[in-house]
Structures are given as structure tokens and as C-alpha cells.
């Protein structure tokens, strides 16, 4: 199984920062992406920023140029840099990461963490 324990939310003025964080523990032999995703009330729950193994990154329209996905493999553990933030941002921020185990490729998700963008 695997473990993820995001941090980092909280409310924020429009225009200011956040970092969450993530970090996967358990007993997985490698992860081969890790990502956030977010959920707004009455919507669907999207992608906002993802990287995999060898680096590569994509991001929703909507936070290019302002959020920054990154990962330090030594400690299994994906960051999210978001600033510039508006008020559209406010959702609760899960994170996914999937994980090999055996022969298989599993996706596990986070508990959510909540970040407001409100004056």
C-alpha cells in the first residue's frame, strides 16, 4: 500500500503564494508519477500540474505561468508552487501518485487539502 500526507494549504489574499507538499511512504518499488488535483464545489475534480519520472511536466491552461510542479525523488515527496493566485484557484488540492508495486501500476490519492483565495 501506499501513503500520501499532503501539507501546505490554507487561505490566501488574491495575488500571494502557497506550497503544498506530498509525500508517499509505503511499500512500493518505484513511482512513476506524481501530480495534483483539484475540486471545486458543485465541479468536477481536474488536473492541475503533473510530472513523472524522467521529468517531464504538464499543467492545466489555467496555471501555466503561475504554478510550478516539482519533485524530489529522493524522498518521494511532489511539490506544487502556486502564485499569482485568484479566487478561481479555491478548491481542495489532492494529490495522486502512481505507484509501481510488483507487476502492477496502482493510483493512490491523498486526503485533500483545502486552499481559499479570498479577500
Known amino acids: 500500500q501506499v501513503q500520501l500526507v499532503e501539507s501546505g494549504g490554507g487561505l490566501v489574499q488574491p495575488g500571494g503564494s502557497l506550497r503544498l507538499s506530498c509525500a508517499a511512504s509505503?511499500?512500493?518499488?518505484?513511482?512513476?508519477?506524481m501530480g495534483w488535483y483539484r475540486q471545486a464545489p458543485g465541479k468536477q475534480r481536474e488536473l492541475v500540474a503533473r510530472i513523472i519520472s524522467g521529468g517531464t511536466t504538464n499543467y492545466a491552461d489555467s496555471v501555466k505561468g503561475r504554478f510550478t510542479i516539482s519533485r524530489d525523488n529522493a524522498k518521494n515527496t511532489v511539490y506544487l508552487q502556486m502564485n499569482t493566485l485568484k479566487p478561481e484557484d479555491t478548491a481542495v488540492y489532492y494529490c495522486?501518485?502512481?505507484?509501481?508495486?510488483?507487476?502492477?501500476?496502482?493510483?493512490?490519492w491523498g486526503q485533500g487539502t483545502q486552499v481559499t483565495v479570498s479577500s
Open positions: 509505503g511499500s512500493f518499488s518505484s513511482i512513476n508519477a
Open positions: 495522486r501518485t502512481d505507484a509501481r508495486l510488483g507487476v502492477g501500476t496502482y493510483g493512490y
